[in-house]
């Protein structure tokens, strides 16, 4: 090779070009530092510029590296670099960032009543997180778990079939987002249970009435003729199953 092969070699120049390409995915906390790096060579000088959901958030300038000193969840998107010398431009493919957060339950405590027998639907009170919080339910501070009457859909409802007294309680969830750590307790969800009047309620009622009647307390039995008694125990049930039911539970 001659002297002038040698300077030719020597002062060519070369156009920009990127020594790695950007990643998959990254998921970073909210609230941590963020450097985004440019990795490119070419004859010098190289300017770079940064590009977030394809819009310019930097100038050309000789810094290879973008910083956020803490992240907010309204820094997720996607974050290109272009770099740039005399004999042209490049773009760098897309490096998607995004934040993981998790807020406080927005929602208040809740009431909630179904008819005994009928299904139990219990919405998730709402909270907002990346990514999506696991959710475990509970009642009275007990983990709920599925079986062939509860079931726990996969928008996180719960959903208990065939309600009965027993399903009434003070209802939960725990959400835990797995990237930050996060764990949050939900407001309660009373769920109340307003069933028919049992019928073995029913018999323990004449039970009560029949004492009461024999004890003398309100008159002697034999004192009466059958049909009467036994409508005056009719009408007691009837009394006690519109405004008392719950005296007898």
């Known amino acids: 090779m001659g002297f002038h092969s040698v300077i030719d070699v020597l002062f060519t120049d070369i156009a920009p070009y990127f020594k790695t390409e950007a990643g998959c995915a990254q998921t970073h906390l909210e609230g941590n530092r963020l450097v985004l790096t440019c ?9 770079f510029k940064w590009i977030r959901n394809s819009t310019d958030i930097t100038k050309y300038t000789p810094e290879y590296r973008y910083t956020i000193t803490s992240l907010k969840r309204e820094d997720a998107g996607v974050y290109q670099c272009a770099v740039r010398n005399r004999m042209g431009a490049l773009i760098q493919t897309r490096a998607d960032v995004r934040v993981a957060y998790m807020d406080n339950f927005a929602e208040l405590e809740q009431r909630k009543t179904v008819s005994q027998g009928r299904a139990a639907v219990l919405n998730p009170p709402a909270v907002t997180s990346y990514p999506r919080p696991q959710v475990t339910w509970f009642r009275d501070g007990i983990k709920i778990i599925p079986n062939h009457r ?10 208990v079939l065939g309600t009965a007294a027993a399903d009434a309680g003070r209802y939960y969830v725990e ?7 996060e764990n949050k307790t939900s407001p309660s969800i009373y769920l109340s249970v307003a069933g028919k009047f ?5 018999f323990a009622l004449w039970d009560r009435i029949l004492t009461f009647f024999l004890s003398g307390c309100a008159f002697k039995l034999n004192t009466l ?3 009467f008694t036994f409508h005056i125990f009719k009408h007691l049930i009837s009394l006690y199953c519109q405004y008392a039911p719950e005296a007898l539970v």
């Open 39 to 47: 990795l490119a060579e070419g004859s010098w000088p190289l300017e």
């Open 198 to 202: 049992p019928q073995y309620l029913q």
């Open 175 to 181: 959400a835990v987002n797995e990237r930050n750590g």
């Open 150 to 159: 509860v079931a726990i859909t996969l928008d996180n409802q719960l959903v």
């Open 225 to 227: 003729t059958l049909p």
